[in-house]
T-cell receptor, first 115, second 114 residues
Framework: AQKVTQAQTEISVVEKEDVTLDCVYE???????LFWYKQPPSGELVFLIR??????QNEISGRYSWNFQKSTSSFNFTITASQVVDSAVYFC????????????FGGGTRLMVKP | DVKVTQSSRYLVKRTGEKVFLECVQD?????MFWYRQDPGLGLRLIYF???????EKGDIPEGYSVSREKKERFSLILESASTNQTSMYLC?????????????FGPGTRLLVL
C-alpha cells in the first residue's frame, strides 16, 4: 500500500518570507515517481514537478526548489521570497512504476501568502 | 498544450437524480481518471480507464459508474445522487507510457447534491 502524508494542513506567511511544504511518503516499490501539483482558487491542478526515485538531486526552478531525500522518504517543496500569487493548495503525490500510472495524493497544504 | 475540459464548472442536483459528468482530452492519451476532492482528504481515485470500453475501479467506486465509448471522452455517472456525493470532481489524463507519466487535470466540477 502507498501513502502520502502532508502534515501541514494550512500555512500562513507574509509576502517575501520563505516557506517549506513537507511531504512524506510510504511505498514498497523500489522504483516510483513523486509529484507536486498546485491548485489555485480557480480549481485546476497545475503540474509543478515530477521526480523519479533514482534521481535524488535537488531541483531549483526560479523561486521553487525541491529536496528529495530517499533516506527519510521525504520530498519537500520550498518557495523562496513568497508572493501573494503563490497562495494555493499544494499537493504531493506518488506513482508506482507501472503502466497504470495511478497517483496517490497527500491531503494537501493550503498556503496563504499575505501582503 | 494538453487540454482537459469538463462539461460543467458547477452543478446543483437533487437527491436521487442521475448525474453525468463529462470529460474530454485532446492529446490522444490512453489513460483517463476520475477523482473526487474533499477537504483534508486530498484527491481520491474513483475510476480510471486505460482504453476505450475499459475501466478499473479506484479506491472509492461505490455509487459511481463510468463510460468510455471514445478515446477522448470519459464520463462519470452518479446513478442516484446522494448528499454525500457533494464534492469537487476532477478528471485527468496521461499517456500510457512505462510508468510515472504526468497526469494533466481539468478545471474540476463542483457538485452540490441537495
Amino acid at each position: 500500500a502507498q501513502k502520502v502524508t502532508q502534515a501541514q494542513t494550512e500555512i500562513s506567511v507574509v509576502e517575501k518570507e520563505d516557506v517549506t511544504l513537507d511531504c512524506v511518503y510510504e511505498t514498497r516499490d523500489t522504483t516510483y515517481y513523486l509529484f507536486w501539483y498546485k491548485q489555485p482558487p480557480s480549481g485546476e491542478l497545475v503540474f509543478l514537478i515530477r521526480r523519479n526515485s533514482f534521481d535524488e538531486q535537488n531541483e531549483i526552478s526560479g523561486r521553487y526548489s525541491w529536496n528529495f531525500q530517499k533516506s527519510t522518504s521525504s520530498f519537500n517543496f520550498t518557495i523562496t521570497a513568497s508572493q501573494v500569487v503563490d497562495s494555493a493548495v499544494y499537493f504531493c503525490a506518488l506513482s508506482p512504476n507501472n503502466a497504470g500510472n495511478m497517483l496517490t495524493f497527500g491531503g494537501g497544504t493550503r498556503l496563504m501568502v499575505k501582503p | 498544450d494538453v487540454k482537459v475540459t469538463q462539461s460543467s464548472r458547477y452543478l446543483v442536483k437533487r437527491t436521487g437524480e442521475k448525474v453525468f459528468l463529462e470529460c474530454v482530452q485532446d492529446m490522444d492519451h490512453e489513460n483517463m481518471f476520475w477523482y473526487r476532492q474533499d477537504p483534508g482528504l486530498g484527491l481520491r481515485l474513483i475510476y480510471f480507464s486505460y482504453d476505450v470500453k475499459m475501466k478499473e475501479k479506484g479506491d472509492i467506486p461505490e455509487g459511481y459508474s463510468v463510460s468510455r465509448e471514445k478515446k477522448e471522452r470519459f464520463s462519470l455517472i452518479l446513478e442516484s445522487a446522494s448528499t454525500n456525493q457533494t464534492s469537487m470532481y476532477l478528471c485527468a489524463s496521461n499517456p500510457l507510457g512505462g510508468g510515472g507519466e504526468t497526469q494533466y487535470f481539468g478545471p474540476g466540477t463542483r457538485l452540490l447534491v441537495l
